[in-house]
């Protein structure tokens, strides 16, 4: 019996003492977009409370005003930004493993610790931070809580340097109030890059001060019809500004030679013939020009290059380059070579569209792939070729990153020229082995890319890039190791509160598993 009795003993200590042990393996991963190199769940949590202190001091402090901005008024809890105290921490610093957007973030249930080597690194901390406490957290109001934070270790950082959204506010306008809910989204799933399409055939969309008409006249339309409309260098600014506030650096681009014909129906002197055309509000492109023998259109193209490069830091200027349908080829590389030199001079890297600027062997430019086509199809020698030539390319390919597609046949907007582009399809490529000959080493990074031929609103945007958005984002972000759309769909799921919470619409994809 004694013997009995000993054996069942030290089988409930064992069972106790495997509990135990694996208590904080039962605890179940959060589910944050994009998913983190590392992250481990912990037992406990931390809760936001009257006493909570966010401690940032320096570099730090703008980033733990930002977080304030975000949790003040859903939390009802003031939430001070001081140099000491308990709660939020902010702090520089990390291992140097995680680079200049890294973080490392430590939840306990004495408070929450985020480290970045960079400011950028803590803001991307505060992005997982977000996502940690409840979804209610994205609402304007008042909500109520409690506001736990699940305790975990994290350790993250990007796999691609350029991780993009681009928006075509050409062919139809979106004011300042509209890019800037964009920016918000970016910037949730930890994107960096905001491309601005800023002219097209059916508008020009920013005034220049050497060439007014271009924003009065060229301006005053966009698909369809309607009043159109362009920012002021002032508006332009606050874009730029409010973009740099959440570490994305904004990427102007005047699409040249061709899609120009707003700026044609403006200055009769940019047309060959003297005359200027009419403007226009349909869907075809590729049948404009600018006259490549004309030196006015190099002062054209100075002056605008000069304009916009003053107000904008980044280190790109998008010159187009792309569907110059009209332009010979000879005239486009002319056009190309002389448009790097014109960028360059202001201080400026060329960025434009593969196929497009491949045609003028412009070394040291970065090019941006759109073709649907991947493997070795007929389409994707474009791009081998702009890497032979020393581009690095962003791959945004039409066939998966296009977010104007439609996702079904159902879908109430977009186009379908490159065909449906679901949930699942937008996930499931990898940018380093999409085009054969194209790898790793090759590809500067990833963006999505939105044009607006169908989209007239705020939540036209919100409703053709959620949930498609956060994926583009993991794609970017996460290692490629371990991704799979049947673990990937579950999380996305979870997405949704947050997104009613700020009162965005999306696709309910059949798809993903709604919560």
């Given at each position: ?26 605890v179940?991963?959060?589910?944050l ?13 931390y809760?936001l ?17 930002y977080l304030?901005?975000l ?13 000491s105290?308990?709660?939020i ?10 680079g ?9 249930k ?7 080597r960079?400011?950028a ?17 994205e609402s ?14 994290v350790?993250?950082?990007p ?7 681009h ?18 989204l ?5 994107l ?18 050497s060439w ?9 339309t966009?698909?369809?019809g309607g009043?159109?409309g ?5 508006q ?18 005047i699409?040249s030679?061709?899609h120009v ?6 200055y009769?002197?940019?047309?060959c ?13 590729g ?17 605008v ?22 332009t010979?080829?000879?005239d ?14 202001h201080g400026?890297?060329v ?9 003028g ?7 941006e ?15 081998r070729?702009a ?7 962003v791959?945004?390919p039409?066939s998966?990153a296009?977010?104007?597609q ?9 186009l379908t ?10 996930y ?17 990074g ?5 044009w ?11 409703y053709m890039t959620l ?11 996460s ?17 949704a509160?947050?997104w009613?919470a ?6 309910r ?7």
């Open positions: 019996m004694r013997i009995l009795f000993l054996v069942a003993a030290v089988a409930l200590a064992l069972v106790a003492a495997l509990i135990g042990r694996s208590a904080d393996a039962k179940a991963n959060p589910a977009i994009p998913a983190p190199v590392s992250l481990q769940a912990k037992s406990g949590s809760t409370g009257a006493g909570t202190r966010i401690v940032a001091s320096g570099a730090a402090a703008p980033v733990g005003a304030r901005s949790l003040a008024r859903p939390t009802g809890l003031a939430l001070p930004v001081t140099a105290g308990s709660g921490a902010l702090e520089l610093g990390g291992p140097g493993s995680i200049d957007e890294g973080y490392v973030l430590d939840v306990s004495g408070g929450v610790t985020i480290q970045g960079t400011a690194g803590l803001f991307h901390g505060v992005q997982t931070l977000r996502q940690l406490l409840p979804g209610a957290i304007t109001t008042r909500q109520s809580g409690p506001w736990r934070v699940p305790s975990v270790h350790v993250d950082y796999r691609f340097t350029w991780r993009g959204a928006l075509d506010v050409a062919r139809h306008f979106f004011g300042v109030q509209d890019v800037e809910r964009y920016i918000d970016l910037a949730l799933y930890k960096n890059t905001l491309h601005l399409h800023l002219s097209d055939d059916q508008g020009w969309r920013i005034a220049i001060a007014p008409r271009l924003a009065t006249v060229g301006g005053s966009q698909v369809g009043k159109g362009y920012y002021t260098q002032a332009y600014k606050a874009i730029v500004r409010y973009a740099g506030a959440r570490f994305i650096t904004v990427v102007p681009e699409d030679p061709g014909n707003a700026a044609l129906a403006s009769a002197q940019l047309n013939n003297g005359k200027a055309t009419k403007l226009y509000t349909a869907l075809q492109v049948f404009s020009s600018l006259c490549i023998s004309k030196a006015i259109t190099y002062k054209f193209v100075d002056d290059v000069r304009e916009i490069s003053a107000l904008t830091p980044g280190k790109y200027f998008d010159v187009g380059g792309d569907e110059a349908q009209s010979s080829p000879a486009l590389a002319t056009y190309l070579k002389k448009a790097q030199l014109i960028v360059e001079a400026k890297t960025f434009g569209w593969v196929p497009g600027i491949e045609a062997n412009l070394h040291g430019a970065v090019g792939y759109w073709n649907p086509a991947r493997g070795s199809a007929d389409g994707t020698q474009s791009a070729t890497v032979k030539q020393g581009m690095k390319l791959m945004s039409a998966t296009y977010f104007d439609k996702y079904d046949p159902s879908t109430p907007l977009g020229w490159a065909g449906y582009n679901s949930v699942r399809n937008a499931s490529w990898d940018p380093a082995a999409f085009v054969t000959g194209v790898g790793e080493k090759d590809v500067l990833v963006e999505a890319a939105l607006s031929e169908t989209l007239v609103t705020l939540r036209d945007i919100q949930p498609r958005l956060p994926g583009l984002a993991e794609i970017g972000w290692p490629r190791t371990g991704r799979s759309w049947a673990e990937y769909r579950l999380r996305l799921a979870t997405q509160p947050r009613r700020m009162g965005a619409t999306y696709f994809s059949g798809q993903v598993p709604w919560k």
